[in-house]
């Protein structure tokens, strides 16, 4: 239907877009492969690859495995990953994100240049994969913080150096950063680095700009989605009607006037296929009430 679209800017990211290229390529040659953790934050994409070949596995699963070729994926991994597959002759296929990596070697060369009385922040989802991968640049060592009302967990008579997160908030890190300046104590160095990437970022204002031409938004996420989290939330404060749904089958239970002008988008975790049968299951309905 004309009133139902797509919107252009929504769908993966480059790094997740090279994650399932590189497993896609090598299903293609050996029909089997590992994957270090769910390659994309998507059930359905997921379910997918898994029919081609593709085996996922956790750490645990990981460290007892020998002799075989695994995949890392977009988010990145700390060091002691790479040694685990050194010690068990593991072959990596390398798919972390450019930026992600960029972000590691920032954090592990503060982290080494940091003496006793500084502390190494990361603004992110405690226990997310990149920041898992983060974290272990430091030997552990970096404070996490979620929200500018975690940030009890520093010591501000100390110095801090705060790295974000690449798929966080850019309207939460600057309020971190604000919370965090009225607090340092005197004479106590405060930097910070704003290193969100910029192609999840733009999501936000392209995102706006796409709740506020249609009178109804269907966000299309998996609920493991930390970037889907934020972006519902944000599209949701700009247009209230906004729903958010998983898959083509959740569409039947929204209750939804789909003679207005409906606008589709997604997560940076979410596969375009996915959005196209949403907007196929909302025009079957559509077509139902007519």
């Known amino acids: ?39 994309v934050h998507n059930g ?19 460290k007892q495995l020998h002799n075989a070729k695994v995949l890392l994926r977009a988010h990145g991994e700390p060091p002691s990953t790479y040694q685990i597959a050194k010690e068990n002759e593991l072959e990596l296929i390398d ?19 940091a003496d006793s009385n500084t502390q190494i922040v990361i603004y992110g989802k405690k226990g997310h994969a990149e920041v898992n991968g983060l974290v272990g640049q430091t030997d552990e060592k970096a404070i996490v913080i979620e929200n500018e009302n975690d940030s009890d967990k520093l010591d ?17 890190f600057n309020r971190l950063v604000e919370n965090i300046a009225s607090k340092v104590e ?22 706006t700009v796409f709740a506020r031409q249609n009178d109804i938004i269907i966000f299309v996420s998996g609920k493991k989605s930390s970037n889907g989290k934020v972006l519902f939330e944000h599209c949701k404060s700009v247009n209230p009607q906004t729903y958010f749904v998983s898959s083509a089958d ?24 996915v ?16």
């Open 250 to 273: 959740e569409v039947a239970t929204l209750d939804i006037d789909l003679t207005k002008k409906t606008g589709i988008c997604g997560a940076t975790s979410t596969p375009r296929w």
């Open 275 to 290: 959005m196209e049968e949403v907007e196929k299951a909302l025009s079957q309905m559509a077509e139902k009430k007519v």
């Open 1 to 39: 239907m004309s009133n139902i679209l797509i919107d252009k800017q929504s769908g993966f990211c480059f790094g997740v877009v090279k994650a399932i290229a590189k497993a896609e390529e090598e299903l293609a040659k050996t029909g089997k492969l590992y994957c270090l953790g769910d390659i």
């Open 186 to 207: 005197k004479n106590v160095r405060f930097k910070y680095f704003d290193t969100i990437c910029r192609q999840v970022a733009n999501r936000i204002p392209n995102i």
């Open 95 to 113: 798919a972390s994100c450019p930026v992600v990596l960029r972000l590691q070697k920032r954090i592990k060369a503060s982290s080494l240049a």
């Open 44 to 62: 359905h994409e997921v379910d997918r690859l898994k029919r081609i070949g593709l085996i996922t596995i956790n750490h645990e699963q990981f």
């Open 156 to 172: 501000f008579s100390k110095h801090i150096v705060l790295f974000s997160q690449t798929t966080k908030s850019l309207e939460g």
